[in-house]
Each structure stands twice: as C-alpha cells, then as structure tokens.
C-alpha cells in the first residue's frame, strides 16, 4: 500500500526554520537522511522531495481561452507543502510509525498521512 | 527544471463528486488525456491521486518517538486531491500545463477553472547542510 507523508508548514514558519542554529539545522538534515537510508534499505523507500519555498509558489487558473492566469498572494494562515515522502508499507501503523520518526527529527511538526487512490480506471 | 502541480481542492467529509456518471466519466478522461499527452512529451515524472480526506491523519511523534495519530482537521482545510510532477523548460510551461488542468470538466462539461498551485521542486538540499 502506498501512502505519502506530508509536511507542511506556514511561510513564517519557513523564516523561523531559517533562524535555527546551523548546528541544528545540520543535525535535523542528518536525521532526515537517515530515515531515508533505514527506508531505502527496507525496500519501502518511492520518493521522497523538498519544494522550494513558498515565496516562489504560484496558483494558477485557465482562463476562458485556457491562457494561465498566475497569482503569488496567498492568506498568512496558508499552509505550504514543505516536503514529502512516498512509501510503499504493509499498512497504515507502519505508515503512521515512519511519520512518527520524521516528526521526532522535525520538533515535533505534524505529518499528513494520506493513502494513494487505488481504483482502477476504466480505459473509455 | 522540475515542478509539482498540487491540486488542494478537497475540504473534509468530502468523497466523490455528486456529478452525472458521464460528467466524471468526461473529467477522468481529460485527466487521463493530459496525462498521455505530457508522457508522450516526456514531461511526466508521476502523478497521483490520493483517497479521500476521511483515511488522512495527521501523525505527531510522542515523547518516546511513537507515532500519535489524530484525524481531526479544521473544517476550513484543503486537502490535496492529486499531483503531477513535471521537468519542464521553465515556469511559464509549468503554468501552461496548471492552467490545462485548471480547466478540467465539471458537472455539465463546463470548466472548473481550479486553482492548482505551482511550486518548483528542489534539487537537494543546500550543500552547507549535508
């Protein structure tokens, strides 16, 4: 079963990150590569990718012809995706576990765990 | 460069679409379509769909690093529906390809126009880090 962890976070939560102690940030990094390599080395390993950051997000709308409209103002309260990783687990506790690990690495930051559809679609 | 195209329409107690079967026939085929046409361009790194926000939680780790799962979420959350992961030339075909999604059939074949936010990915992370 696949599922995807996500983190997000807020813009000023981003800054705050920033303002941590590089010791910290380095220490916090290193955890993160860790559980990747424990993930990779028990096979559960998809993907995993970090976004840039929220200054760089854009939302974008068709217009009537199709055209992109962009538009980079978003509410203060906006959470932004941060970073996630994509497993492939037995099942939810194990999904559930692994967040567990990344939010102990990350001062606690809350994981979205989400499963990924898994319907068939028909071919039309 | 590579973007990913997140689709945060979903809010909570939501499931499928109460739409005439046709029109999320009409909707899942475009999807599918554009899904080809950006494989066949070689722009396609994934795309997925995930189920619906009544099987998300959100894991915080407890004080001995175990997981504490809660599903509880603000009414007012989006939650995302889907993705596509693309490495294309640069932001504006980022946005071209947003704004195709953006303008997927609802109900009676009109477009949605959603808004689908665009992010660039990053490489890995600043080389001071590692």
Do not use: C
């Given at each position: 079963m696949k599922y995807i962890l996500l983190m997000s976070g807020t813009a000023a939560g981003v800054e705050g990150y920033h303002a941590w102690p590089k010791q910290d940030i380095e220490a916090h990094m290193a955890v993160l590569h860790r559980i990747n390599k424990d993930l990779a080395e028990s096979g559960e390993f998809i993907a995993t990718q970090g976004l840039a950051e929220p200054k760089e997000a854009k939302v974008v709308r068709g217009d009537k012809n199709g055209v992109p409209v962009t538009d980079g103002i978003f509410p203060e309260s906006k959470e932004f995706l941060l970073g996630y990783w994509i497993v492939d687990v037995p099942n939810a506790e194990r999904a559930y576990a692994i967040a567990g690990r990344i939010s102990s690495a990350s001062s606690n930051m809350p994981i979205e765990v989400r499963q990924f559809a898994t319907y068939e679609v028909k071919s039309r | 460069m590579k973007y990913i195209l997140m689709m945060n329409t979903m809010k909570s107690?939501?499931?499928?679409?109460?739409?005439p079967g046709k029109d999320l026939q009409a909707h899942i085929g475009f999807m599918i379509d554009i899904n080809k046409e950006l494989h066949e361009r070689g722009e396609l790194v994934s795309a997925e769909g995930l189920s619906f926000p009544d099987l998300a939680k959100l894991v915080r780790a407890g004080k001995d690093g175990r997981p504490l799962t809660d599903g509880i979420f603000p009414e007012s959350k989006e939650f995302l529906a889907g993705f596509w992961i693309i490495d294309v030339d640069g932001p504006q075909r980022a946005y071209e390809i947003a704004a195709k999604v953006s303008a997927a059939p609802g109900p009676g074949g009109a477009p949605l126009n959603m808004p689908i936010e665009v992010r660039p990915i990053m490489s890995g992370p600043p080389p001071e880090m590692l």
């Amino acid at each position: 079963m696949k599922y995807i962890l996500l983190m997000s976070g807020t813009a000023a939560g981003v800054e705050g990150y920033h303002a941590w102690p590089k010791q910290d940030i380095e220490a916090h990094m290193a955890v993160l590569h860790r559980i990747n390599k424990d993930l990779a080395e028990s096979g559960e390993f998809i993907a995993t990718q970090g976004l840039a950051e929220p200054k760089e997000a854009k939302v974008v709308r068709g217009d009537k012809n199709g055209v992109p409209v962009t538009d980079g103002i978003f509410p203060e309260s906006k959470e932004f995706l941060l970073g996630y990783w994509i497993v492939d687990v037995p099942n939810a506790e194990r999904a559930y576990a692994i967040a567990g690990r990344i939010s102990s690495a990350s001062s606690n930051m809350p994981i979205e765990v989400r499963q990924f559809a898994t319907y068939e679609v028909k071919s039309r | 460069m590579k973007y990913i195209l997140m689709m945060n329409t979903m809010k909570s107690g939501h499931g499928v679409p109460g739409w005439p079967g046709k029109d999320l026939q009409a909707h899942i085929g475009f999807m599918i379509d554009i899904n080809k046409e950006l494989h066949e361009r070689g722009e396609l790194v994934s795309a997925e769909g995930l189920s619906f926000p009544d099987l998300a939680k959100l894991v915080r780790a407890g004080k001995d690093g175990r997981p504490l799962t809660d599903g509880i979420f603000p009414e007012s959350k989006e939650f995302l529906a889907g993705f596509w992961i693309i490495d294309v030339d640069g932001p504006q075909r980022a946005y071209e390809i947003a704004a195709k999604v953006s303008a997927a059939p609802g109900p009676g074949g009109a477009p949605l126009n959603m808004p689908i936010e665009v992010r660039p990915i990053m490489s890995g992370p600043p080389p001071e880090m590692l």
